[in-house]
């Protein structure tokens, strides 16, 4: 029997606006509400609002249906103040009680390589957000960016979660197939899902490329590459951005006809059925254990964090930020605390990287900026004025203090 399991990370950052030199010390407006705006309310007419409704369908329609979604807190405080009505809709799936929520750094941070009291932090921000929006705890966690290596396992397992989200990465598995539950070598009862990175690529990134082998990509010809997995494997993870559908993959190639077949034609076949994470976790004893060292993730070939690290820029501007930690947290100034915090997002050091591949053609589709050296340069001036901000906090205390 193939248990499918659907998740879908949903996330937009608080992209910077054009800060430059001249803005450093006269003004701590950082990020661009106009464009940050537009894009979620783009995004949500584009996408969350008719892939919602195609997954409401799916679940009225066929009872076995799961999905699963993780979503970014920055994405869920621009749904409250942009799409009210996208956020609704997201509830009404949780509703269903066949929709499972996820954990995540509220930021959507790379914390846990730099700082794990702000990693830790985040984390509890994301799920007092989940309680306070759904009425919902999670008990599986997705890094950011699928971030994940023993380190983390072991660290996840003590915060409490049952299960956690990684790459299906081939130097990592070897001979293994992701197509099955793992333990973590650093863990106990934590048990790890991998994604089936070429299943999920095939809809996220290959869907409407014409030239690829494989296109049309229709329902029931992804259904019979989940049905040969029978024998072979216990679950086919299928995890992508949810932005696939009506954003990256537009309406007019068929991505929504897509989802809208793929379920009834893989439930054709009578072994195969959907489960959520927490549902694998409990279902399956772990059919092996991976031992993983070096940091993996998602993002390209090397399935590394060099994405967001990999050159001298990206290095800098993370070391400089997470510098700031300590004297940030000290000045107790809540609006400080909280233009760091949504510094550390991701994609700022995303837009920065120099390497170019097949899978980042999608997402330069949001990459605000000309080039990687523009994105550098603004983010340093930021950093620049936050240092400033801090001075002038640690002047103030001092000053009281005397007085």
């Not at 608080?14 to 003004?27: A, P, Q, S, W």
């Not at 989940?226 to 993959?249: K, P, R, W």
């Not at 000290?330 to 837009?351: I, M, V």
Request: charged share 30%; net charge neutral.
């Amino acid at each position: 029997m193939v248990k499918v399991c659907l998740y879908f990370q949903v996330h937009q950052p608080y992209r910077l606006r054009n800060y430059t030199v001249f803005d450093i010390g006269n003004t701590s407006n950082y990020f661009d509400d106009e464009k940050n705006a537009n894009v979620l309310k783009r995004v949500a007419r584009k996408c969350y609002l008719p892939a919602n409704q195609v997954i409401m369908e799916l679940l009225e329609k066929h009872p076995e249906f799961r999905a699963s979604f993780s979503m970014s807190g920055t994405v869920l405080e621009q749904m409250e103040r942009h799409s009210p009505e996208a956020l609704e809709s997201f509830k009404s799936l949780v509703r269903t009680k066949r929709v499972e929520l996820l954990d995540e750094t509220y930021f959507h941070s790379l914390a846990f390589i730099y700082s794990k009291n702000e990693f830790k932090e985040q984390v509890r921000l994301h799920n007092q957000k989940m309680q306070k929006l759904f009425g919902y705890k999670p008990r599986v966690f997705r890094n950011t960016e699928l971030i994940y290596n023993n380190e983390m396992a072991g660290f996840i397992e003590k915060m409490g979660y049952d299960g956690v989200l990684a790459e299906g990465a081939d130097h990592i598995l070897g001979w293994r197939s992701p197509n099955f539950v793992y333990k973590p070598k650093s863990a106990n009862r934590l048990k790890l899902l991998l994604k089936n990175y070429k299943l999920s690529d095939d809809i996220a990134f290959r869907f409407s490329e014409r030239s690829w082998q494989e296109w049309p990509l229709t329902a029931d010809k992804f259904s019979s590459w989940i049905s040969a997995v029978n024998g072979n494997g216990v679950c086919v993870n299928l995890f992508m951005d949810y932005e696939t559908f009506g954003e990256h993959q537009w309406d007019e190639t068929g991505i929504f006809e897509f989802l809208r077949h793929m379920p009834g034609e893989i439930l054709k076949h009578k072994d195969n059925s959907f489960r959520t994470p927490s549902e694998l976790v409990k279902e399956h004893e772990p059919a092996g254990e991976l031992d993983i060292h070096n940091m993996i993730s998602w993002a390209d070939v090397e399935r590394d964090i060099s994405a967001w690290t990999g050159n001298s820029m990206q290095q800098a501007a993370i070391s400089e930020l997470y510098r700031l930690e300590s004297e940030i947290k000290a000045s107790k100034d809540n609006s400080l605390l909280e233009d760091w915090r949504r510094l550390q997002t991701s994609d700022n050091f995303y837009y920065m990287c120099t390497k170019w591949f097949s899978d980042g053609d999608v997402h330069k589709y949001f990459n605000p900026y000309e080039s990687p050296y523009d994105a550098f340069i603004s983010f340093m001036n930021i950093i620049n004025d936050i240092k400033i901000r801090v001075k002038r906090c640690q002047t103030t205390k001092n000053k009281n203090k005397d007085d």
